[in-house]
């Protein structure tokens, strides 16, 4: 019984010293925890308001990717106010804010300490045509080359501006939403005239065949479905309707850069490339049939 009663109070005093180590240790964890979470709570405070962490001016953002818009109107688009806590910045929300304008396609914008500001890469949507509805004049564009027959009023499509700009993809932009960024801003030499949803879904492979073209064209004109009219450094040509065979169409044109040696162009009212194969010119107030296009091939 002796030796019972001794084991017992033995582990008796032995558990109540774990349980004061035990309450000791929960104590010592505790003042870490709230020693850390303080100075957490500190560190954040000081980096809200110490000017070391504080982006002062618009131009601690530093602008990348741009080639067409100016640091300084990308800037504008940002909706910071200065002086501005670092950590008050939040990257993905600016990122989205430079994407809902038409003038961006993409955005990445993320925080530096060295130097201290912002990083923001964009993507641009660079505008190759000025679009429009109509006949309007619009600033930049040259003028236009001698005319042909008029094609018919335009329709316009709904919802969509009269004047934009219009990305290799067929992208819509507003033209206010890169002349408010920056007046100096050269708009494109290329002008489309007609409803845009009559060649959305066909600009790219057009804007590709047209590009690559060694004879400049000036204007598009799809006003009339019946007869795509093109206005280039030769004069007016008429293609017909809208096919597959346009890029074969500009391909021809390419191929009539000898046409100012042979004869006046401005006797011509139009050139016709509705059959490539057979391209022949109008002259103005003649009344007979179309010519046949002299090349160096066919004199």
Not at 103 to 131: C, D, M, N, W
Not at 261 to 287: E, F, K, M, W
Request: with cysteine; proline share 11%; hydrophobic share 35%.
């Amino acid at each position: 019984m002796d030796t019972i009663g001794t084991v017992s109070q033995s582990e008796l005093a032995r558990r109540r010293r774990q349980l004061r180590r035990s309450r000791s240790q929960k104590v010592f964890q505790a003042g870490w925890q709230l020693l850390a979470v303080s100075s957490l709570a500190g560190f954040l405070l000081w980096t809200t308001t110490s000017p070391a962490l504080v982006i002062e001016t618009p131009e601690q953002v530093e602008i990348e990717g741009n080639e067409f818009l100016s640091d300084r109107a990308i800037r504008s688009l940002l909706p910071l106010s200065y002086p501005q806590s670092m950590l008050q910045v939040r990257p993905q929300e600016l990122a989205r804010e430079l994407e809902s304008a038409g003038t961006i396609a993409k955005a990445t914008v993320s925080r530096q300490l060295f130097p201290l500001g912002l990083k923001v890469t964009v993507h641009e949507r660079y505008p190759v045509a000025v679009a429009s509805e109509g006949n309007a004049i619009t600033p930049g564009v040259p003028p236009e080359t001698p005319p042909g027959p008029s094609p018919n009023p335009a329709v316009e499509s709904p919802g969509v501006p009269a004047v934009g700009l219009l990305d290799e993809q067929g992208m819509w932009m507003p033209l206010e939403s890169y002349t408010a960024l920056d007046p100096t801003a050269q708009l494109p030499q290329l002008r489309v005239v007609g409803p845009l949803e009559q060649y959305r879904s066909e600009w790219k492979s057009v804007y590709q065949s047209i590009r690559r073209s060694p004879i400049k064209i000036h204007e598009i004109n799809w006003q009339d479905p019946a007869n795509l009219i093109l206005k280039t450094e030769l004069g007016v040509v008429h293609c017909g309707p809208y096919s597959p065979r346009f890029a074969e169409q500009v391909t021809r044109l390419g191929e009539m850069g000898d046409l100012p040696n042979q004869i006046d162009l401005a006797q011509i009212a139009y050139i016709d490339l509705t059959n490539p194969d057979r391209p022949s010119l109008q002259r103005i107030g003649v009344t007979t049939p179309p010519e046949t296009v002299p090349t160096p091939e066919n004199p």
